[in-house]
């Protein structure tokens, strides 16, 4: 592991620990040339599907933006980072249990939603009027009156 101070590649494991989760190995590390000490983590390398997004591109699955999304969305609301963090790992964790190589940006959009409808109406009512593009405000209304009569 390369010191980050000193750019020395011999170091010393000065303990290892299993994180929280249970997903990662957290490893104190002790460089032999400075003597400085940082941490380092080792996970299992998860092969992430490519989102086909609704105009046929094809990227690589990008968290941060489903995060993002959750946080423009929960904006000025009483929802901590934390449980916009937890809702973007189970979506992230239940799309790679599909298995699948490809997945359409919309099922990653109904997930967020379905969260969010459960967490906050405020913040899915936000998050749906950009996700769905209502062209009036009559779309608008019937998806509150539809959010309202569930």
Known sequence: MKCP????????????????????IRRRRECLRCGKRFTSYERVEDIVPMVIKKDGRREPFDRVKVLTGLKKACEKRPI?????????????????????KEIKSTWI?????????????????????VYRQFKDVNEFMNEVKTLFKS
């Open 109 to 129: 959009g109904e997930e967020v939603m379905s969260f969010l409808k459960e967490l906050d109406k405020v913040a899915y009512v936000r998050f749906a009027s």
């Open 5 to 24: 101070f000193c750019g020395n590649i011999e170091d010393k494991v000065i303990d290892s620990r299993t994180s929280k989760d249970g997903d990662a």
């Open 80 to 100: 901590g980072t934390e449980t916009l963090e937890k809702i973007t790992d189970t979506i992230e964790r239940k799309m790679i249990g599909l298995g699948a």
